[in-house]
């Protein structure tokens, strides 16, 4: 089985849609040229004229993809870096988002923004950010976000097959990351989670980049005796609220952890809803794991200082540990 | 008026002269859009009706010059004063009526309302609630008909507010570079909501298109041979595969922004020297004038037409309302594609 990481993964994704449906099209700036990471690199020689350089003219390319895939074509659509798709929110939050339901379902929306997030190498306050909760927030959309090379061509697929737009977020750091990846179609579904780890003290909920630093820190927790569950969401909208609320009924701990802004972030959403549905079961409140309520700034000590990594997720897991121990105490 | 007249008529200069049906049903869609309106204004008054609405009073000549213009298969694109297009290209009284009346049979079985009247299977891409909604999506659905091979074009309808746009330049430059087969068609109705267009806009509306190598004309907006005729013309270039084109419709609208507001912006005098160029009753003395019609023939258009209102009026006050149950309904579509493993 080819060993590809995340990049090399959804470019095999777009070559399996690509192939298997003419009605395919690509839209962004240089993807003929590869895209920003090599995640369209070759697509032009083998799909020519349906890879579309387009202008920087970030509300005009996604309105334009929503209008073409209202009309028959299944648009998939680079942003590059996900802090350039804000200039385009209008048309996303506006138009794709809003067309099937306020027309009576008359239209179907089918296309996939992909955007990459995250922090890499200080690249500082507009190309180091993390929106999903942004998305999240907008009704009809689907908002993936894949932590590994299997999921990322899996998930992709499933997305461009998806009749709905689709924010697929990539996140820079990991996506040289290798993993067995088959060739050919397969779909890993939408608003499906995946149980990476199992355990019996703390579930911690992630997705994305912290993900794989969720399964580190189950490492470093079960050396002191704490047995972490972690779970990755793979997909936030839909939420599979049903996997993270049976892990959690069982190992009565939360932690919840994503590398974007805590405040107001999906982490929030994932919390709340935890503590609705298990708050007399719970032995810690449910704890967050997220950037700091800052930009990201530039230098490398300053950019850790805002960011959270494994540490943080170690951190709340104890935390959460310890509290419960102390809330155990006082109820006897 | 006889063929040989028509024809004599279509040899003038260049002003080519659509068939008989089409002169009739232009006249019947224009009085139809007035009546229309102007029953939607009283209800709206009289809060009967919920939400917002935006009266499209004073500028028919527009939407309906230039629906007439397109093909059956071909599409547009609309906005917040949008009900004209949607008449204009074919949209049932009783199915909008229902629509503002937040109904169940409604164009968009309630979900939308005055500023979202949609119908896909006439070509009608929407009413839109944002100045400047449409171009990416006429953008867009011209893409799609390149790709797709047919020859649907798309005429995109938006007021001189929408033309300060980001997506107007970048609309026009994406289709412009791609000879897609799409039409500008910009209602200068004078005001952005109550700004006066002089104070917001620099140069000429027509000569926006020109650094893009897009023809630009400005016709009388209330004049719908004038505009039928420039859209057929920017339909033929479009159709050719030479690209879009943009056409500056000057008009007016005789009633507010939105009903029901108070209009300190401009005098009673300006709106009665308007109201002189009525787009109706001038084209109603065309046909007079050409034999096509006489008063009482456009008087009987009047009452079919107002009676037509009225019994949508009935049929929606008739209609029942969505089900709550429903309000989440069409979210999201559950389909997916043919090839999909799910």
């Given amino acids: 089985m080819p060993y590809l990481s995340m990049g090399q993964a959804t470019n095999d994704a777009m070559r399996v849609a690509m192939r298997l449906d003419p009605t395919i099209i690509v839209m962004g700036l ?62 996303l939050v506006n138009q794709a988002a809003k067309l099937r339901y306020m027309f009576g379902g008359q239209a179907k929306v089918p296309m996939v923004l992909r955007c990459a997030d ?41 997305a461009i097959a998806d009749d709905n737009p689709v924010i697929y977020l990539e996140n820079k750091k990991i996506q040289p990351t290798k993993a067995e990846v088959p060739e050919g179609l397969y779909e890993v579904p939408l608003g499906k989670a995946a149980i990476r780890r199992e355990g019996s003290d703390v579930t911690i909920v992630a997705y994305s980049i912290q993900a ?31 996997t ?31 503590q609705e549905a298990l708050f007399s079961e719970l032995n810690a409140p449910v ?44 109820a006897s | 008026m006889s063929q040989g007249a028509m024809k004599e008529a279509a040899q003038e200069g260049d002003r080519r002269l659509p068939s008989l049906d089409v002169l009739f049903g232009m006249h019947r869609r224009m009085v139809g859009i007035r009546q229309f309106e102007e029953r939607v204004r009283t209800d709206y008054l009289a809060r009967r009706m919920p939400g917002f609405t935006h009266s499209y009073v004073g500028e028919e000549a527009v939407a309906v010059g230039g629906c007439a213009a397109l093909e059956p298969g071909d599409l547009i694109t609309s906005t917040h004063r949008g009900h004209g297009h949607a008449i204009a290209k074919g949209v049932g009284f009783p199915a909008m009526m229902a629509e503002l009346y937040g109904k169940l049979p409604g164009a968009c079985a309630g979900r939308g309302g005055s500023m979202h009247i949609a119908d896909f299977s006439l070509g009608m891409l929407g009413a839109n609630g944002i100045v400047g909604g449409g171009f990416g999506l006429a953008a867009g659905a011209a893409l799609a008909a390149q790709f797709l091979g047919n020859r649907d074009l798309t005429l995109c309808f938006f007021g001189d507010g929408a033309i300060n746009k980001g997506q107007f330049h970048e609309s026009i430059n994406f289709t412009a570079l791609r000879r897609l087969p799409v039409i500008f068609l910009c209602e200068n109705n004078q005001f952005a909501q109550y700004t006066a267009i002089e104070r917001t806009t620099a140069g000429a509306l027509a000569d926006r298109g020109t650094p893009f190598g897009v023809p630009g004309a400005e016709v009388d907006g209330n004049d719908v041979l004038a505009v039928y005729q420039a859209v057929r013309t920017a339909a033929d270039r479009a159709r050719r595969g030479e690209g879009p084109s943009l056409i500056i419709a000057n008009t007016y ?44 023939g456009c008087a009987g258009v009047w009452e079919e037409v107002t009676r037509e209102v009225d019994e949508s009026v009935a049929f929606a006050l008739a209609a029942a309302d969505p089900d709550p149950a429903t309000a989440m309904d069409d979210l999201y579509a559950s389909t997916r594609a043919a090839w999909s493993t799910q």
């Fill in chain 1, 287 to 330: 704890m967050r794991v997220g950037a700091r309520h800052s930009h990201i700034p530039f230098a490398p000590a300053l950019e850790r200082a805002i960011v959270p990594a494994t540490e943080e997720i170690v951190a709340a897991a104890r935390r959460a540990v310890a509290l419960s121990g102390q809330t155990m105490q006082r």
């Fill in chain 1, 244 to 274: 993270v609320l049976k892990s959690v009924a069982k190992t009565k701990r939360a932690v919840v952890a994503h590398e974007a802004w805590t405040f107001g972030g999906f982490g929030a959403e994932l919390a709340a809803q935890i």
């Fill in chain 1, 118 to 158: 995250g922090t890499i190498r200080s690249a500082a306050a507009q190309h180091s950010e993390s929106f999903e909760a942004i998305f999240a927030h907008v009704p009809g959309l689907k908002v993936v976000a894949p932590s590994n090379a299997y999921d990322a061509k899996g998930l992709l697929i499933a």
């Fill in chain 2, 253 to 296: 609208r005789f009633y507010g922004h939105n009903v029901g507001e108070a209009v300190p912006y401009r005098s009673e005098a300006d709106v009665a020297e308007r109201r002189k160029r009525d787009p109706i009753p001038r084209y109603e003395a065309w046909l007079q004038a050409e034999g096509l019609i006489d008063a009482a």
């Fill in chain 1, 212 to 242: 794989v630093n969720a399964a580190q820190a189950a490492d470093e927790l079960a050396k002191e005796g704490i047995s972490a569950e972690v779970i990755d969401l793979r997909t936030i909208v839909p939420l599979d609220i049903d």
């Fill in chain 1, 30 to 91: 240089d993807i003929r040229w590869g895209g920003s990471f090599g995640q369209f690199r070759g697509l032009y020689d083998e799909f020519g004229e349906r890879v579309i350089d387009m202008p920087i003219s970030e509300e005009l390319i996604v309105g334009a993809a929503a209008g073409a895939a209202s009309r028959g074509l299944r648009t998939v659509v680079s942003m590059s870096f996900v802090e350039f798709s804000m200039g385009a929110m209008d048309e």
